[in-house]
């Protein structure tokens, strides 16, 4: 892993232990990566982010959200419903607001069932592309907004979203709480990634 996407693993799993919450990691096997680069085309960072630490079990909660990392062999599995259907036939077609073939599912909200996916065709300098959630509109199109500017950031974002939480009572999903954790987490992502503040999905 390159120094940002290991400080951020690090970021995450850090909080996890400090708010003693469970999670379990692994090692996604060169297999698995090499199907998954090739069925996906999945960045060098994110490939890099399974080989050194698969989500195996991991959901990050706060008093706005939930959010569930696919683990490497559950990729495929969390692509039904967005690029496939439950048949196996694709949903990409083409068309204005339909799911891209670009796009790739990599955690979901477990409250909420929205997408959080990659789109490998905005590849960065660093092997990184952006990250972003989606929600289907009532005529079935998807609208999408930025979640992170990249992977790396994404965890980032995660990470500092754990770490605010652990300020509001057992930082569980509270609808309650809803304003003033959205509040505090806004400056907090924008000293940190701009592009993600100004889409305003955390806030």
């Not at 490497?72 to 967005?82: C, D, F, M, N, P």
């Not at 509109?137 to 907004?145: A, H, Q, S």
């Not at 979640?147 to 950031?153: P, R, T």
Request: net charge negative; charged share 30%; hydrophobic share 40%.
């Amino acid at each position: 892993m390159d120094s940002d996407l290991r400080d951020a693993v690090g970021a995450l799993r850090a909080v996890f232990e400090r708010r003693k919450l469970d999670s379990s990691w692994g090692a996604a096997s060169p297999e698995v990566i090499a199907e998954l680069k090739k069925d996906y085309r999945v960045p060098p960072r994110y490939r890099a982010f399974l080989t050194a630490a698969d989500p195996v079990d991991v959901e990050t909660v706060t008093p706005v959200e939930k959010i569930r990392l696919f683990t490497s062999t559950k990729l495929r599995e969390g692509q039904v419903g967005y690029a496939v259907g439950e048949d196996g036939n694709t949903l990409v077609t083409g068309k204005e607001g339909d799911w891209k073939k670009s796009w790739v599912v990599v955690a979901t909200s477990s409250l909420f069932g929205d997408p959080y996916f990659l789109d490998v065709s905005k590849l960065d300098a660093e092997g990184d592309c952006p990250v972003y959630t989606g929600q289907k509109t009532e005529k079935g199109t998807w609208r999408t907004t930025l979640a992170a500017s990249s992977f790396a950031s994404f965890l980032q974002i995660l990470a500092l979203g754990m770490d605010l939480a652990s300020g509001f009572g057992e930082a569980a999903f509270d609808e309650q709480d809803d304003g003033a954790f959205r509040e505090a987490f806004e400056p907090r992502i924008k000293a940190f990634d701009p592009a993600a503040a100004r889409a305003k999905h955390w806030s």
